[in-house]
């Protein structure tokens, strides 16, 4: 997770709302790692966990991550929690907690859903209070800005 | 629906599954068209809907599309769902229904979701029989072959 909260940092540098999330194998080797570039590629879908995920699959040359944990400083929202299960990772360890829109523990907490058909193990509110701080002083930033 | 028909079709003649996505502006113009590339990619995440929102952004130079609609044969998934709400699309219209994956009428209703912050209009079901039938026949020729 220190990782990820170092791409978070990046990112908020870029001026990238700072999300960060690094894709390891079974053995803790990190395979992918990205902040979020949804300014930088004018993609509002270029979130952390979306590049990671594909840069992982790239990297090992394999379309799936049976062995991989995601893990990402704040709650996947529902793209991104879809993604981590079609892309089949094992674990799903996040920082801070997303009531606006994450959809893990939240709104609709897609791994619950019958529709999902594979369910990561979650791990949630890991290094939780540094994952929050970052996006609250960035936001708090902006509104200063 | 036509050009998104084909885009299935041309998806399927790949070893796809079957699904593609036209992105229109107001007028009507074609912004983006894209089968499903999951094989071709080796990536889970490149569903046709995917493909063709950040094809139609490139196409604007915009982040978002406040005035597409989106095209595609099948109802979107959570991924996909959640992707078009971040690219703030007007309107998406869906070819055939999927009780099994789909996050728009089944599952988690994405965009009825208190966390999601856009929710398109939503028409389903046009022509909703013929992109049935490409994918009811290409699973079919799967168990075949």
Redesign the interface.
Known sequence: MELALAEARTAAARGEVPVGAVVTDSAGTVLARAGNE??AR????AHAE?LA??EA??AT????LPEATLWVTLEP???????AS???VKRVVFGAYD?????VE?????FA?????HAPEVVGGVRESEAAALLRDFFAGLRQG
């Open positions: 949804v300014e004018r993609d509002p879908s979306m995920l594909r699959a790239a040359g394999d379309k799936v929202c529902a793209m991104c929690a879809a993604a079609f892309f089949r009531p606006k829109g994450g959809a939240h709104g609709p907490r897609f859903q019958p529709t999902c058909h």
